[in-house]
């Protein structure tokens, strides 16, 4: 639920604008105050942060809000505009170089997650036909190699972990062992360092002359607080970044670090990362997150994921279902097992326009209650499936003895589906080609 | 603000070591008398080393109390004052008894890449150094390797591992570590945990069965469950710290990475919001780098 708390403050604050008719500058400055604090308590950057704000306000105060029709609309475009414009214009890719292999350097702090993301971004790259030969150069973390020559198992990826202790050779080699066998592209996985380690860091600088890579990537967790900020400007002065991996994006975090580091280091954020799982990469689009810290959804990566997950023809015999209202507990458990293919349901319904993590915290479902859902449903007569409204009482005791689960648990199902049907609707409404209105619009 | 602040600000963003202290007395000095736009400079100053906004509010109040009682307008005055807030903040958490009172069990929790591993190896070399006899156990099942690096730990540290293999159920190896710390009567024995997302619900559910196995099986054993946090992470910790605690209640927090630039304001936020006691303190990645928690020591490097 990425910067899902941040947009329930600005949706707050952007609700209580509607109320007025013009914006004064006192309202603006009311909403730019609780931007602020959403901001900081975001752990974007202070600096960050204020430069952001002088920036809306002089904006906001000027013509365009106080005689705009819909003051509320302006502040919002105006706060998005400036959002994306930090978070940078469009998703950039990586860079090929001209001459094979292509060498992606990885650098970051203890524990940002290289070594997960090395093997993410090469089952990425393999799946868009390319050959990657994976690097372990962090000679000082205990098993660090080991750890990702099982991950190169894992992805059927060569690992190359090299002799001795020195990285800076073992890199070199990697690059020659990549044109020896045909590899066109070589992932180089670093020991994790302090920015402010000189002697590792001339180490990093010492891999990066020896191999000169055509990409080097921070890689930072996106739980990172205000420090975020000293980090990348050292890597970045040291190294000269070409782009940033955000780690970690699948926890909690209002992800602020992510604003600050663009802001500062101007390099674009390339890749999220979420997950444990080798395909729990994304590339980064600034615009969608723009959208998502506003509360707006992130309504093209959800219909994106639909669209590869559900077959198209399901699709629209779903849809029809759901706008005349026929959508039983039968279509529940085929798009229950869809939405489970898409990825975490939270993860999925965050990017749903007006969903809050508050609505969100009853549908956190595993793949053992999806199970038991399974069985559940399964014990419904046809006609059960069919009109749920016939379930009474005593149903309810015979579907619970027959699936063997409790009968709270049934009372639960049958809420969790009158409540997905709602969410079904405002999900067809989307597809219908018009944007749901937003409650703050 | 002005320009000449902004710059300063930037340039002792370069700075290696730049603590809470330099901006504070910058500050004083700019400002001279103790007045609103001082305390808006000071409240960014405090937010800037990740106390958060909240935690911030109440220092800031209860500061700006103390300056009332003492009817005094000197700025001068400031550092002792806050310095004094945030001792007695800091002090009303008492910690759990690591040292006597064995044998011990310490879970060691945490969310991926706060540095749990490390961590254990320290704490072990730390009871090794006691001649206290030691068990480490390999419940990180999950990330690859995982087992590996705590082996090549316990043998460098000539401590003897109980572990299971790669993807084996952590609650089993759990029983198998609390049994075998039994057997052997040592201790401590420290149970690795594989890193996890405190908002994933089956990874924290099985946390609790780990939890619930080596708490049901002690003995004589008292149990200590510590929370590993990151410094530099920000205002997510306390989140992490919440979910946590909800799961497996949590004894002690383990902050580490304070080596790098770093302030750690979060510890403050922590005493305040949660009241969780911080025990320990990593500051490098020797095994004399892991050091107990003083509130005075704590609040005394902040001001210097």
């Known amino acids: 639920m990425v910067f899902s708390n941040l947009s329930e403050k600005l949706q707050e604050t952007f609700r209580r604008l509607r109320g007025k008719g013009k914006l004064g500058e006192k309202d603006v400055d009311e909403a730019l105050r609780q931007v602020k604090l959403a901001l900081l308590e975001a752990d974007v950057n202070f600096r960050v942060v204020r430069g952001f704000i002088n920036r809306v306000k002089e904006r906001a105060i000027g013509q365009e809000v106080l005689n705009s029709l819909t003051p509320g609309q302006m502040v919002i475009k105006i706060v998005h505009q400036e959002l994306a414009k930090v978070m940078g214009e469009k998703a950039e890719n990586l860079k090929i170089s001209d001459r094979a292999p292509s060498i992606y350097l990885l650098a970051g702090l203890q524990g940002a997650g290289k070594t997960t993301t090395v093997g993410k971004l090469g089952a990425f790259l393999k799946k868009q036909g390319r050959r990657p030969l994976l690097t372990a150069a962090d000679v000082y973390r205990p098993a660090a190699a080991k750890q990702l020559q099982v991950l190169g198992e894992q992805i059927d990826l060569p690992v190359y972990c090299g002799e001795g202790k020195d990285p800076v050779a073992i890199a070199a080699q990697a690059v020659e062992r990549a044109r020896q066998t045909q590899r066109d592209i070589v992932l180089i996985d670093t020991a994790g360092r302090l920015h402010i380690n000189e002697e590792l860091m001339d180490e990093l600088l010492e891999i990066k002359k020896a191999v000169n890579p055509v990409e080097i990537l921070l890689v930072v967790d996106a739980m990172t607080g205000q420090d975020a900020v000293t980090v990348a400007q050292s890597f970045n002065e040291k190294l000269g970044l070409t782009g940033l991996i955000l780690t970690k994006l699948d926890s909690d975090t209002r992800g602020g670090a992510a604003l600050s580091i663009r802001e500062v280091t101007g390099c674009p954020i390339k890749f999220i990362g979420t997950g444990e799982k080798m395909d729990g990469i994304e590339v980064f689009h600034p615009q969608r997150l723009a959208s998502r810290i506003l509360g707006m959804g992130d309504v093209l990566t959800l219909i994106e994921k639909v669209e590869a997950t559900v077959e198209a023809e399901q699709a629209k015999n779903l849809m029809k279902k759901i706008q005349k209202d026929q959508f039983t507990l039968e279509d529940f458990m085929v798009q229950m097992r869809q939405v489970q293919k898409m990825g975490p349901l939270e993860q999925v319904f965050s990017m749903i326009p007006g969903m809050k993590s508050k609505q969100l915290q009853g549908l956190a479902l595993d793949e053992k209650s999806l199970k038991h859902i399974e069985a559940i449903i399964q014990s419904m007569t046809i006609e059960e499936r069919r009109t749920p409204q016939i379930i009474n009482a005593s149903r309810r005791k015979r579907i619970a003895r027959g699936s063997g689960r409790p009968i709270q648990e049934v009372n639960r199902l049958l809420n969790q589906f009158e409540q997905s049907k709602k969410m079904m609707k405002q999900l067809g409404n989307i597809g219908k080609g018009g944007f749901p209105k937003l409650p703050f619009m | ?304």
């Open chain 2, 1 to 304: 603000m002005t320009d000449g602040f902004v710059s300063r600000l930037k340039a002792s963003l370069t700075k290696t070591r730049q603590r809470f202290l330099a901006p504070l007395e910058e500050a004083m000095l700019f400002h001279k008398k103790i007045s609103p736009e001082f305390y808006e400079e000071l409240e960014e100053i405090l937010i800037a080393s990740d106390v958060g906004y909240k935690t911030t509010s109440l220092l800031l109040d209860k500061l700006k109390e103390k300056v009332k009682t003492e009817k005094t307008d000197q700025i001068n005055e400031i550092k002792g004052y806050l310095r004094e807030i945030m001792t007695a903040l800091l002090s009303v958490l008492s910690p759990p008894d690591l040292d006597t009172d064995l044998p011990l069990a310490l879970l060691v929790v945490g969310v991926n890449g706060v540095g749990k591993t490390t961590s254990i190896a320290k704490l072990a070399e730390y009871y090794k150094g006691k001649d206290k006899s030691c068990l480490l156990v390999a419940g990180d099942t999950f990330r690859a390797a995982a087992i590996d690096q705590l082996r090549v730990w316990g043998q460098r540290l000539g401590i003897d591992l109980i572990h299971h293999q790669e993807g084996a159920d952590p609650g089993a190896v759990a029983f198998d570590g609390i049994s075998a710390a039994n057997a052997r009567k040592v201790d401590v024995a420290i149970f690795d945990t594989a890193g996890r997302l405190h908002t994933k619900v089956n990874l924290m559910t099985e946390l609790e069965k780990v939890h619930r196995v080596v708490s049901q099986n002690l003995g004589e054993r008292r149990l200590l469950n510590l929370l590993v946090l990151d410094a530099t992470t920000g205002q997510n910790a306390l989140s992490q710290a919440r979910a946590f605690h909800e799961a497996v209640g949590i004894d002690g927090i383990i902050l580490t990475k304070l080596d790098g630039t770093a302030k750690g304001g979060i510890v403050l936020a922590i005493a305040a919001e949660l009241g969780l006691p911080i025990v320990w303190l990593g500051i490098g990645e020797q095994s004399e780098d892991l050091r107990r928690f003083d509130p005075d020591e704590f609040v005394k490097a902040l001001f210097a």
